[in-house]
């Protein structure tokens, strides 16, 4: 599994957690982590073609993910497995502070969502 796809993952993760609490131990251990000046990960393995590679899989899956979803999938079964909720959707629209958007126009908004 990719390490950035494992990053989107736990990020998605961590979004749905509703429990402060929890949600500060796993801070406390993210900054335990970082002090502790964790080894950083063994590049002399990675070859330039794996990380050849690992482009390739990248770009094999941003061609996939924009691909229509195929219509013999329901609509309701995508929603169950992304954990869509729409009250909870709606909780979270009522929160966005709109002010944070008031100076940027709507067609660099979409363009930083196509990059």
């Known amino acids: 599994m990719n390490l950035s796809f494992k990053q989107v993952e736990i990020a998605k993760s961590l979004f749905e957690i509703e429990d402060a609490k929890f949600l500060d131990e796993i801070q406390a251990m993210i900054q335990n982590y970082r ?3 964790a080894p950083k990960s063994d590049t002399s393995r990675v070859t330039p073609t794996s990380k050849n590679k690992v482009d390739e899989e990248l770009e094999a899956l941003h061609l996939l993910a924009k691909q229509p979803t ?3 999938i329901p609509l309701e079964e995508i929603a169950k497995e992304q954990g869509y909720n729409s009250k909870k959707l709606g909780k979270t629209l009522e929160n966005i502070d709109y002010e944070l958007f008031a100076d940027e ?3 660099d908004m979409l363009n930083t969502l196509t990059k």
């Open 105 to 107: 126009s709507l067609e």
């Open 35 to 37: 002090t502790k000046k």
């Open 70 to 72: 195929p219509e013999h």
